[in-house]
């Protein structure tokens, strides 16, 4: 069971980190979008797109770091961690369909009488 319970957690900071890199990337579209607008004369297309994608990169990263604290603490075994794992996991069930993989296996790996012990 500890080899499930430390896929998990590499899953979860993998997502968190894959949901960060989206954020990044989302931005870098925006700005692109808005630099070429700008050369076609949308002046006010640059600025206005730019903001929209940090408000973008900026939330994505915001909602990936509680993944990655999670993976880090199912990884240690951290009682938070399991905790923080299932929590993640419950908001996860509407991010279909990589979200939802996930949080099935979390709730199957961290529920688990096996993994209890793991976490004492």
């Known amino acids: 069971m500890e ?15 894959l949901g960060i890199f989206v954020g ?9 979008i808005g630099f070429f607008a700008n050369i076609q004369g949308g002046e006010e297309a640059f600025p206005i797109l730019g ?5 973008v990169a900026g939330l ?3 909602l990936s770091i509680p993944e990655i604290l999670a993976g880090i603490g199912i990884l240690k075994f951290k009682q938070w ?9 419950a908001l996860n069930l509407l991010d279909i369909p990589v979200g939802t993989a996930l949080a099935i296996y979390s709730f199957w790996v961290l529920l688990k009488d096996d993994s209890q012990e793991l976490f004492s």
């Open 3 to 17: 080899k499930h319970v430390k896929t998990t957690g590499i899953l979860w900071i993998a997502k968190g980190i």
């Open 24 to 32: 990044f990337l989302v931005f870098a579209i925006m700005l692109g």
């Open 51 to 55: 903001i929209i994608g940090l408000f």
């Open 60 to 62: 994505l990263t915001v």
């Open 81 to 89: 961690g399991k905790i923080l794992g299932l929590v993640m996991a």
